[in-house]
């Protein structure tokens, strides 16, 4: 089931028939209020930048890393205020051994308003993929 959220129409003016106006039905965020994947990558690619330009891989700094990046992602998302907008991240650290790698998702969702963004970083020692989801809240 679908729960809608219900705002009500502010009225000016106090005649009866002005304020007995229905509910509007909010289902569909702004083009300005969506999740727009561009904007994410660029937050992640940043992140990512940042935090990994000089790191070296080490299988016992992975978990903190991971958790690490994941957090200042998410919290960089965040501050782009989408309205009704939750923001699932996943950070993958790995050795760079010049062996491939492929991700994979399925995910369940709306089209029109949930998106997904995809990061990758690769120095000589490691490789990073951040994959950053917006779900809108109905």
């Not at 039905?25 to 930048?49: G, W």
């Not at 949930?114 to 994959?131: E, G, R, S, W, Y």
Request: charged content about 25%.
């Amino acid at each position: 089931p679908i729960t809608m959220m219900m705002e009500e129409k502010s009225s000016s003016s106090s005649s009866p028939a002005a304020q007995q106006q229905p509910a509007v039905a909010v289902t569909k965020p702004s083009f300005k209020n969506m999740f727009k994947p561009r904007e994410a990558k660029e937050i992640m690619d940043a992140v990512l930048r940042e935090a990994l330009a000089d790191a070296v891989y080490s299988p016992d700094d992975t978990s903190q890393l991971t958790k690490e990046l994941a957090t200042s992602i998410k919290a960089r998302l965040k501050g782009l205020e989408l309205p009704r907008y939750k923001h699932l991240v996943q950070v993958v650290v790995g050795e760079n051994r010049g062996e491939g790698v492929r991700m994979g998702c399925r995910c369940l969702w709306d089209e029109q308003t949930d998106k997904v963004a995809k990061a990758t970083f690769i120095n000589d020692t490691l490789f990073c993929v951040a994959v950053a989801f917006g779900v809108y809240l109905y």
